[in-house]
Nanobody, 120 residues
């Protein structure tokens, strides 16, 4: 079973920066992708970004140019560098991983979420 542990959330001022980290542990054959979603109060969870082991990256339009996703494949870790933060970036950020599971097939696992608050 795959587990994810997130860290790095907190409070930032508008225009500021935060970095989130997410470490995956457990047994699996390979990683398809790791990434991030977020959910603001009263909203549905929305896609933010993902990265593949081949370093293919995709971003939501709302964060493109401000957020950067990166990974350390050897440590099964994904990072989210968030710059030029806006109040509308306030949300709980959830890490996820898509793997080729030991039990067979593709599995998605979610982290517990970390709060990011952007406010002056």
């Amino acid at each position: 079973q795959v587990q994810l542990v997130e860290s790095g959330g907190g409070l930032a001022q508008p225009g500021g920066s935060l970095t989130l980290s997410c470490v995956a542990s457990g047994r699996f054959f390979s990683i398809y992708a790791m990434g991030w979603y977020r959910q603001a109060p009263g909203n549905q969870r929305e896609f933010v970004t993902y990265i593949t082991p081949e370093e293919e990256r995709h971003y939501a339009e709302s964060v493109r140019g401000r957020f950067t996703v990166s990974s350390d494949n050897a440590k099964n870790t994904v990072f989210l560098q968030m710059n030029s933060l806006k109040p509308e970036d306030t949300a709980v950020y959830y890490c996820y991983i898509d793997v080729d599971a030991i039990s067979g097939g593709r599995e998605t696992t979610w982290g517990q979420g970390t709060q990011v608050t952007v406010s002056s």
